[in-house]
């Protein structure tokens, strides 16, 4: 699969998600972005890191398919819609299962919700039934969730963030990729790395960021 072919299918796919919901559009950037960082401290071989950027990117895509007053409830969800709102990940998986070139690429979308003391979602799977890519995917999820704004919550600041993952390891976290996460936040904030204050949008940003090298997967 060539990475042009790749990128023409993520676009669309990321795009239809960005009609239904602007603000996973952006989100799904910024996951990527941080996916793909912490995956490169890992020295991850060219198949899983195409798994990790390529699933992390199209994570949250099976939100496509749930209902609107469920998405955006300006207030906390009911036992039954938390039900709904959990089936994201297999939606997702099965819309991404559709395409033969990006099945590599679910992992990170059927078990971003998971937790290593098997108290995530949807199979309760725990430690090393949970991929490591999905455990990346998860951390980069759950930070830029809690730093940008969103219709139930307001964003946290940065450094809030940064402790909520570290209060998260060993239960939700895989505590080795919290640790990375954690020289991996150090750095961009010196740096002064926007990502960390969450600016930016996909629409503006996909093309000149979306570098992932597909040309030894055929």
Not at 74 to 88: I, N
Request: glycine share 6%.
């Amino acid at each position: 699969m060539m990475k042009s072919e790749f990128y023409n299918i993520a676009k669309a796919l990321i795009y239809a998600l960005e009609i239904k919901d602007p603000y996973t559009s952006g989100h799904s950037y910024r996951v990527f972005k941080i996916a793909k960082e912490l995956g490169q401290m890992f020295d991850l071989n060219d198949d899983d890191q195409f798994n990790l950027e390529g699933g992390s990117l199209l994570h949250d895509i099976g939100k496509i398919g749930i209902k609107d007053d469920v998405l955006f409830k300006p207030s906390s969800l009911t036992f039954e819609e938390y039900t709904v709102m959990k089936t994201h990940v297999i939606l997702g998986a099965n819309i991404v299962s559709q395409i033969p070139n990006l099945k590599r690429c679910l992992e990170p979308i059927l078990f971003h919700h998971e937790r290593i003391d098997g108290k995530g979602y949807p199979h309760g799977a725990e430690r090393d039934d949970i991929p490591l890519i999905a455990k990346i995917t998860s951390i980069a999820d759950a930070y830029d969730a809690m730093t940008t704004n969103r219709v139930y919550m307001p964003a946290r600041m940065p450094e809030e963030g940064l402790e909520e993952i570290i209060r998260f390891s060993g239960t939700q976290f895989e505590p080795v990729v919290v640790e990375a996460f954690v020289a991996w936040w150090q750095k961009k904030y010196k740096e002064k790395d926007p990502i960390l204050n969450a600016d930016h949008t996909l629409s503006a940003k996909l093309e000149e960021s979306l570098l992932i090298d597909t040309s030894k997967l055929h």
